[in-house]
């Protein structure tokens, strides 16, 4: 089996509907960043010891690949796996539920990113899902982008941050904040 098509070589890729656009077009850029989001999360599991957790991040995977294919898809509404407000519901419980785990004192202390592995590599995840938010956003600027999509992106982030803070928390590494 060939991965390379050599359609590519000239600065254009295929959309899911087979129209052709430029690889540094926006919403190439957007899924783009999608998939290095979804690659960063990959590499965040493996530092994770919460099972749990564990499998909300490859849960959240599995919908990156449905997020980014309704991106690469011009008419949104076509795509078959849609990004659904019961998906935006899902990320909201799991933020309530881990930001709870942390008493009024934890969640008032300043974080320096990297204080483990794992919720290193989970607040670098955050970085680039800010970034992926920012890059829709400006998409959706020019074109028809669903709301519960940019909704979902813009709470997957405050469930990493959730997510890193629970880590370090659980694992005693909270720092005080400096006066």
């Known amino acids: ?11 254009k890729t295929s959309l899911f509907d087979n129209s052709r656009v430029a690889k540094d077009s926006l919403r190439v850029e957007s899924y783009g960043t999608i998939d290095e989001l979804n690659s960063s999360l990959g590499f965040a599991k493996n530092f994770v010891e919460a ?11 599995r919908q990156l690949f449905n997020l980014a294919g309704e991106l690469a898809t011009p008419d949104w509404e076509s795509f078959p796996e849609k990004i659904t407000a019961a998906d935006i519901e899902f990320l909201e419980k799991k933020i309530d539920y881990y930001l709870a785990q942390m008493n009024k004192k934890e969640k008032s202390m300043f974080i320096i990113p990297g204080s ?8 670098q995840a955050r970085t680039i899902c800010r970034r992926a938010e920012r890059r829709i956003t400006t998409l959706a600027g020019e ?5 519960d999509l940019q909704k979902y992106i813009n709470r997957l982030s405050d469930l990493i941050y959730s997510l890193a803070r629970f880590l370090e928390a659980e694992l005693d590494y909270v720092e005080s904040k400096k006066k």
Do not use: C, F
């Open 1 to 11: 089996m060939k991965i390379y098509t050599k359609s590519g070589d000239k600065g």
């Open 116 to 123: 483990s592995k794992a919720s290193g590599a989970l607040h």
């Open 143 to 147: 074109a028809d982008i669903s709301q």
């Open 51 to 61: 099972q749990e957790v564990y499998n909300i991040l490859r849960s959240v995977q």
